[in-house]
């Protein structure tokens, strides 16, 4: 099982290791940049394969005609991604407690990005999304 907090613990979950994405996406969209600060790294899981062990401080944020993000209305920590009446769920890879064996795999939306960084490794770099919606 890993598992995953905000900064200060008011939301806190639990996903089973098997059902986790390996992979993470650096999403470089303007969304994510404000609302992470810079850019939003994430893996995904089944919705079913996620426990929240607190839900206290979890507040949603409808992004999107499309889609919400979740939050930490305490402390402000950016957690999940949902598209509407998804299945899955995004969550950070920085708000996960254990080492694991995620690796980032492909940057999105690059079309986006800030300009104060460069993209500099060899990973697949996207315009846009690789899925039929942004995220
Ligand atoms: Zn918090
Ligand atoms: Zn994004």
């Excluded at 890993?2 to 993470?24: A, H, K, Y």
């Excluded at 939050?71 to 996960?96: H, K, M, P, W």
Aim: aromatic content about 10%.
């Amino acid at each position: 099982m890993l598992t995953g907090r905000c900064e200060c613990g008011q939301v806190s979950f639990e996903v089973e290791e098997d059902s986790i994405r390996e992979t993470v996406t650096a999403c470089h969209c303007s969304q994510c940049r404000r609302l992470s600060g810079h850019v939003w790294a994430s893996t995904h899981a089944p919705m079913n394969k996620v426990t929240f062990t607190c839900e206290e401080g979890l507040t949603w944020y409808q992004s999107s005609s499309w889609a919400r993000r979740g939050f930490c209305r305490f402390c402000g920590s950016n957690l999940f991604y949902q598209e509407n009446d998804e299945d899955g769920i995004g969550i950070s890879a920085g708000c996960l407690d254990q080492t694991t064996d995620l690796r980032l795999a492909k940057h999105i939306f690059v079309a986006d990005k800030g300009d104060y960084y460069a993209l500099d490794d060899n990973l697949p770099h996207y315009e846009a999304g690789t899925a039929p919606k942004p995220g």
